[in-house]
T-cell receptor, first 113, second 109 residues
Framework: NAGVTQTPKFRILKIGQSMTLQCTQDMNHNYMYWYRQDPGMGLKLIYYSVGAGITDKGEVPNGYNVSRSTTEDFPLRLELAAPSQTSVYFCASSRGLPPGEQYFGPGTRLTVT | QKEVEQDPGPLSVPEGAIVSLNCTYSNSAFQYFMWYRQYSRKGPELLMY????GNKEDGRFTAQVDKSSKYISLFIRDSQPSDSATYLCAMVTGNQFYFGTGTSLTVIP
């Protein structure tokens, strides 16, 4: 199993551009999550999904959108990128409750200039 | 007030020392408590999780939860240089995770 994979690994965007961060898991997990990690700020939940077709907002959803059309994929869309979205983005998945068994991808480092 | 508070460190200890990492929280609705380890430029990996007050051991690691004080700890015995990483506490209510800011640990050979 590859686990959770994310693409791209790095990206530089100009202000106002859009992009999609890809996330795929091959563990048949129902739950998937998107986090951002800023220096000294820990991980903040952006969006999560409890199954295909079901998504919900986390702590910091503004400026982002998600979709979940399959169990495996959970892309994160950034519209009109802003410097405040410069961060490292992690995708994670888990089977469900109890939620401790969360597996993280390697992350995408995004810089918006 | 943040949901989860964690001292960012950095913490530097000699090899073989006992390490104590701590988090406090304010939300009594948290049901699950976890510790993650994150190496530089990698994603976090789950070390331990528990849902009740008390201690849980796994090898050199012990997780402790005190719900009455809203306080959790991770103890690392016989620390090794390979334990050098950032340790994140996390707590769950419903489907949402709340992470601490992480404590950076360096174990010096």
């Amino acid at each position: 199993n590859a686990g959770v994979t994310q693409t791209p690994k790095f990206r530089i965007l100009k202000i106002g551009q859009s992009m999609t961060l890809q996330c795929t898991q091959d563990m048949n997990h129902n739950y998937m999550y998107w986090y951002r990690q800023d220096p000294g700020m820990g991980l903040k939940l952006i969006y999560y999904s409890v199954g295909a077709g079901i998504t919900d907002k986390g702590e910091v959803p503004n400026g982002y959108n998600v979709s979940r059309s399959t169990t495996e994929d959970f892309p994160l869309r950034l519209e009109l990128a802003a410097p405040s979205q410069t961060s490292v983005y992690f995708c994670a998945s888990s089977r469900g409750l109890p939620p401790g068994e969360q597996y993280f991808g390697p992350g995408t480092r995004l810089t918006v200039t | 007030q943040k949901e989860v508070e964690q001292d960012p460190g950095p913490l530097s200890v000699p090899e073989g020392a006992i390490v104590s990492l701590n988090c406090t929280y304010s939300n009594s609705a948290f049901q699950y408590f976890m510790w993650y380890r994150q190496y530089s430029r990698k994603g976090p990996e789950l070390l331990m999780y528990t849902y009740s007050s008390g201690n849980k051991e796994d090898g050199r690691f012990t997780a402790q939860v005190d719900k009455s004080s809203k306080y959790i700890s991770l103890f690392i015995r016989d620390s090794q240089p390979s334990d050098s990483a950032t340790y994140l506490c996390a707590m769950v209510t419903g489907n949402q995770f709340y992470f601490g800011t992480g404590t950076s640990l360096t174990v010096i050979p």
